[in-house]
């Protein structure tokens, strides 16, 4: 008998309980999968933190790898009280003139313009011999040599074969022996 909504079942497990009868033992039922609670707020900000971090350190690691020049940007640095530091435009000697002064200028503008959107640091430096007259930009910045090491061994190849001790058609293989450092 099935009134008010009770299943076959439920309905057989009373009858065997009146009777005095042991009722059938379920089988336990199976349980929901429980789905795993969402993050905490607390778990949530750590998270923030650790990548907000790695974003951070990411970011100094990728301007230091460029000496703190980013391209389009400004170089990155701490403030500098010394009032000397900068672009230095330099009279060696007494020879400079308002006309030495403007190319100075203008050769200067035209080189800050085709650095600044590039990456890394670029100075330049230029010395006039004939005037005694030199100027820069960021010329007391200390470099590294790279590439310019070739020019002083090809002034030197270039000094030896005008001494007839090699000559250009020769080719020649470096040994240990002859590398300085």
Do not use: H
């Not at 005095?20 to 089988?27: D, L, N, Q, V």
């Not at 400079?96 to 203008?106: K, L, Q, V």
Request: no cysteine.
């Amino acid at each position: 008998m099935a009134l008010f909504g009770k299943k076959k079942k439920e309905e057989e497990q009373e009858l065997e309980e009146k009777e005095g009868k042991s009722p059938k033992k379920r089988s336990p039922r199976k349980k929901k999968p429980e789905f795993p609670q969402p993050w905490t707020k607390k778990e949530r900000t750590l998270v923030l933190y650790v990548f907000l971090v790695m974003v951070l350190v990411s970011a100094v690691l990728a301007a230091s790898a460029r000496s703190w020049k980013l391209p389009n940007l400004p170089r990155i640095s701490l403030p500098d009280f010394n009032f000397l530091s900068g672009e230095v435009v330099t009279l060696v000697g007494e020879r400079g003139n308002s006309e030495d002064f403007a190319r100075a200028d203008r050769v200067m503008n035209e080189f800050k313009a085709q650095t600044r959107s590039l990456s890394g640091v670029y100075t330049l430096f230029v010395s006039e011999l004939e005037k005694d007259f030199s100027y820069g930009v960021q010329e007391v910045e200390p470099m590294q040599a790279a590439s310019l090491m070739k020019l002083p061994v090809m002034i030197t190849m270039y000094m030896e074969v005008e001494a007839e001790r090699i000559s250009l058609e020769d080719i020649y293989t470096l040994r240990n022996e002859d590398k300085v450092a």
